[in-house]
Antibody
Framework: QVQLQESGPGLVKPSQTLSLTCTVSGGSISSGSYYWSWIRQPAGKGLEWIGRIYTSGSTNYNPSLKSRVTISVDTSKNQFSLKLSSVTAADTAVYYC??????????????????WGQGTLVTVSS | DIQMTQSPSSLSASVGDRVTITCRASQSISSYLNWYQQKPGKAPKLLIYAASSLQSGVPSRFSGSGSGTDFTLTISSLQPEDFATYYCQQSYSTPSFGPGTKVDIK
């Protein structure tokens, strides 16, 4: 059973960089055709996809955050990480990591988030 | 960007009721549509992928249908553990989620 666990500071000052790590257990992050994603949710609001990484290092980012986001992977530690720069109060949210699984259909690959971490609250405040 | 809308934004229902939630995409997404259930303080849980495929371990009272721009999630007989918020999500392009539909007890 795959499990994901987010870790990192719960409080970040405005203008600084938010850094989180997701540790994957119960399977190798390098096995299979999976992307590994970050998703966030402000309190009482909906879900926003931040970006994802393939184990080759290939990344995709939400255009609305692309200029501030970096996602990286460390296969030796079975981890992937998120860095979000120049944070403001609007970046306060619960941050989730998730496995992005794909199935090949005649129309192409369809991806869905089938395993999630429990989420970690990051507050941006001075 | 593909925008997702859901209706209703909330509904009240009783145990045993049939519940239908609608999701609409701003452009055709074929069947690239997934549904999630989220309970307070918990991560979302995948229910349906590819518009109508039931995720392993999800009760058969959940079903999904639709293609193109219009999709539905149906709970055939609402159970106490089904009171939650439901989100649709498109994976046709940059992933995006609907605003959610909260199902609470009447």
């Amino acid at each position: 059973q795959v499990q994901l666990q987010e870790s990192g500071p719960g409080l970040v000052k405005p203008s600084q960089t938010l850094s989180l790590t997701c540790t994957v257990s119960g399977g190798s992050i390098s096995s299979g055709s999976y992307y590994w994603s970050w998703i966030r949710q402000p309190a009482g609001k909906g879900l926003e996809w931040i970006g994802r990484i393939y184990t080759s290092g290939s990344t995709n980012y939400n255009p609305s955050l692309k200029s501030r986001v970096t996602i990286s992977v460390d296969t030796s530690k079975n981890q992937f990480s998120l860095k979000l720069s120049s944070v403001t109060a609007a970046d306060t949210a619960v941050y989730y990591c998730a496995r992005d699984s794909g199935k090949l259909y005649s129309s192409g690959w369809l991806y869905y988030f089938d395993y999630w971490g429990q989420g970690t609250l990051v507050t941006v405040s001075s | 960007d593909i925008q997702m809308t859901q209706s209703p934004s909330s509904l009240s229902a009783s145990v045993g009721d049939r519940v239908t939630i609608t999701c609409r995409a701003s452009q055709s997404i074929s069947s690239y549509l997934n549904w999630y259930q989220q309970k307070p303080g918990k991560a979302p849980k995948l229910l349906i992928y590819a518009a109508s495929s039931l995720q392993s371990g999800v009760p058969s009272r959940f079903s999904g249908s639709g293609s193109g721009t219009d999709f539905t999630l149906t709970i055939s007989s609402l159970q106490p553990e089904d009171f939650a918020t439901y989100y649709c999500q498109q994976s046709y392009s940059t992933p995006s989620f609907g605003p959610g539909t909260k199902v609470d007890i009447k």
